[in-house]
């Protein structure tokens, strides 16, 4: 075949998607149309089965055209030239042919993925018409039950029976006729009816008010009546009081109390029966009275009451019982402490008083199930002092009887027994339980006759009368003195507040008669914020700081120097002195432990406190104390050498006599004053 011929049968092919670009089309469109061809719309009229079968044999004729090529050229014949070339164009034809074969079956592909995408666009759009559908039907469902569980009010109120309501109700209401075959009707005449007895019960109870109001006035009357009579037999009673009083015979009060006496528990009674013979005796000022509800206390030594005739009552009892909600363990753990930490209800008050009319309330109490007695203190003075900040702590209830005895805070229990009984309840300590129940001190127990010995624990502990009488007169002494000893404090507090150190004319010939050092502060501090002092660790280290003691900081300044105190007050005070740390800001921090001088200073204060105790008993010891630290920071820096690279006079000039200025390998200052020369000297 020669190549004309198989140019011949090459004609002009333009490939496009479908029509004709736009544009491009004019004159002669009809002529043209006949040389364009569309494949997508020759696949349509091509059978695939076909295609496929041309497409085997047009490669099968390749393999052979390619076999004999081959075949030719190994032959090296010169004249095979022009049958190799004309099987290559018959193999180029037969490429042709594959490479349509292939383009239609993209073509192909492509119609069935856009066939399969629209297939499954319609699915989807029937599977959300059908969630719709699907989402009402359930709505509508909703709305059906709804409708079937619907309650009326009417539902909820409780109507006569029927038989009850044709024979009661009037014909006019019940409609007999209609309402038996009418379900509906009925149920509105029984409410009907329902609703005019309502009506007439109603204006019966307002009948019944009105004579209950008119009762209710005749009573008061009556009331009112015999109220009357208790004013006179009042004034009957009061006016043999006098008479009682001036023959020092109070037979109706003595009465009265010992009556409620015989009802008290025996470490009470004990404390009672000794704190009136205490008062009569020694103490004319000691009064003992008892409080609480007496037919409360009657009420725990009565026997139970055997019921045989109630049967009928506990078995109702019982049925409530199993129908209510057992408690949690929680709400029974409560239950079991506020059992086991409950009190006598009778108390025994013991009202000390003192020579300025000053008034110490003791408010004694008993746990019967702990077997130890507790005690609350409240302070009452006879005019009314002036409020010091720092003196919030000195009358406090929870504080004024801290180691009355020393060691004795009063936060745990004395009964070993009671901790045993804390770990059945879940209690750790009784002191979380103090504020309200009392603090239950060793000495308090003692008033009682309890004694609980640690070395050898006795199963039951009885109240002993040896032992409170032999601890009474001692107590109410310490009690005595440690209220005068508070409130001296509070007085003196006030004027500290305001930088005034009061001293008195005792106390005058110890101190010379011009101090130039003032206190500019005083102000109580926690127990924290003194340990964070970098000087005041030894006196902690000593153990001669504790929480129960009471913390102050006072600021003395002459000039550029400022001296801190950090006092600790002994609950004792003032049989036990404060103790003052000592920081000097001046030219440096100067503490104890860098400069010997600040440790002599603090000695004149701590060590030599017994000069300074002033009259008995000695509650003027702090402020004298006070006093002389401003009178040795007087010496402190006027015995200090003048630095002479600084020009101008001299900060603190020496206006105190002394005989030396220093003295010793320690360069100490005389701090010692003598009266009446007026020198100091050194010790």
């Known amino acids: 075949m020669s190549s004309e011929s198989s140019k011949k049968r090459k004609p002009k092919v333009i490939r496009t998607d479908g029509a004709p670009p736009e544009g491009k089309r004019g004159k002669g469109d009809g002529d043209q149309d006949l040389r ?23 490669c099968q004729e390749l393999q052979r055209l390619m076999a004999e090529i081959q075949e030719l050229k190994s032959r090296g014949i010169k004249d095979n030239a022009a049958e190799i070339d004309e ?26 993925r856009d066939q399969t995408h629209e297939a499954k666009q319609k699915v989807d759009a029937y ?15 909703k709305e059906i039950t709804k409708c079937l569980e619907f309650k009326s009010k009417h539902e909820e109120i409780e109507l006569v029976s029927l038989e009850e309501f044709y024979q009661a109700a009037p014909p006019e209401i019940s409609r007999p006729a209609i309402t038996l075959s009418e379900p509906h009707q009925q149920t509105l005449a029984r409410l009907d009816w329902e609703l005019e007895q309502r009506k007439r019960l109603a204006e019966k109870y307002k009948e019944c008010l009105t004579s209950k109001e008119k009762i209710l006035k005749e009573i008061e009357v009556k009331k009112e009546y015999l109220s009357s ?82 049967e009928s009552d506990s078995d109702a009892e019982e049925e409530q019982t199993t ?99 804390f770990d059945k309840v879940g209690i750790l300590t009784l002191s979380d339980y103090v504020t309200e129940l009392g603090h239950p001190y060793v000495w308090v127990q003692k008033l009682g006759g309890l004694h609980f010995p640690k070395d050898q ?16 007169e001692l107590t109410v002494k310490l009690l005595r003195s440690r209220l005068q000893s508070r409130l001296a404090l509070h007085k003196q507090f006030a004027s500290l507040e305001h930088g005034v150190v009061p001293v008195s004319s005792e106390c005058q010939h110890l101190f010379p008669t011009k101090v130039v050092s003032r206190l500019v502060k005083w102000t109580a501090v926690p127990y924290e914020d003194y340990a964070k002092l970098p000087y005041t660790k030894d006196v902690i280290e000593a153990g001669l700081a504790e929480d129960t ?74 402020t004298n104390q006070l006093q002389r630290l401003c009178m040795v920071l007087d010496v402190y ?29 320690l360069r100490l200052k005389p701090f010692k004053f003598n009266y009446p020369q007026g020198f100091f000297s050194h010790r």
Request: with cysteine; hydrophobic share 35%; aromatic share 8%.
């Open 637 to 665: 820096l006027e015995t200090e050498p003048h630095d002479t690279s600084v020009e101008g006079p001299k900060e603190f000039p020496q206006e105190k006599m002394c005989l030396r200025l220093v003295r010793g390998p």
């Open 36 to 58: 364009y061809y569309s494949e997508e719309c020759e696949v349509d009229l091509r059978d695939p089965i076909k295609d496929y079968e041309l497409y085997r044999e047009t």
């Open 127 to 141: 599977h959300l018409q059908l969630q719709n559908l699907l989402y009402e039907v359930m709505h509508l469902q």
């Open 457 to 472: 624990p006795q199963h039951t502990v009885t109240a002993d009368n040896t032992l409170s009488a032999s601890h009474m």
């Open 323 to 421: 129908k209510r909600r057992r408690p949690t363990l929680g709400v029974q753990l409560d239950d079991k402490r506020k059992e086991m930490l409950k009190r006598h209800p009778l108390s025994v008050t013991v009202d000390l008083k003192c020579k300025d009319e000053n008034v110490l309330h003791l408010t004694f109490y008993y746990l019967m199930n702990l077997n130890v007695m507790t005690v609350k203190a409240k302070v009452a003075t006879a005019v009314e002092m002036t409020t010091a900040v720092s003196a919030g702590d000195l009358l406090s209830p929870d504080s004024i009887l801290n180691c009355l005895y020393p060691g004795d805070h009063g936060r745990k229990t004395p009964n070993p027994a009671n901790q045993f009984q």
């Open 87 to 112: 099987r290559r164009i018959q193999s180029c034809v037969h490429f042709m042919t594959l490479k349509k074969l292939n383009r239609l079956a993209h073509i192909r592909l492509k119609k069935g």
């Open 229 to 310: 009579l208790q004013p006179r037999l009042n004034s009957i009673m009061q006016a043999s009081l006098p008479v009682q009083e001036y023959l020092f015979m109070p037979f109706d009060q003595a009465h009265k109390q010992y009556e409620t006496a015989r009802h008290l528990p025996p470490p009470l009674y004990v404390l009672f029966v000794q704190a009136s013979a205490y008062g009569q005796a020694c103490d004319k000022k000691l009064v003992v009275a008892i409080e609480g509800n007496v037919e409360e206390a009657k009420a725990l030594y009565k026997p139970p009451e055997d019921s045989q005739d109630d």
């Open 549 to 622: 003691h009471l913390y102050y900081m006072a600021l003395i300044e002459r000039g550029t120097a400022k001296l801190q105190a950090a006092v600790v007050l002994n609950p004792g005070y003032s049989t036990l002195p404060p103790i003052f740390s000592l920081c000097l800001n001046w030219k440096g921090e100067r503490t104890g432990s860098n400069d010997d001088n600040i440790r002599a200073m603090e000695s004149e204060v701590n060590v030599n406190y017994k000069e300074l105790w002033g009259p008995k008993p000695g509650h003027q010891l702090l």
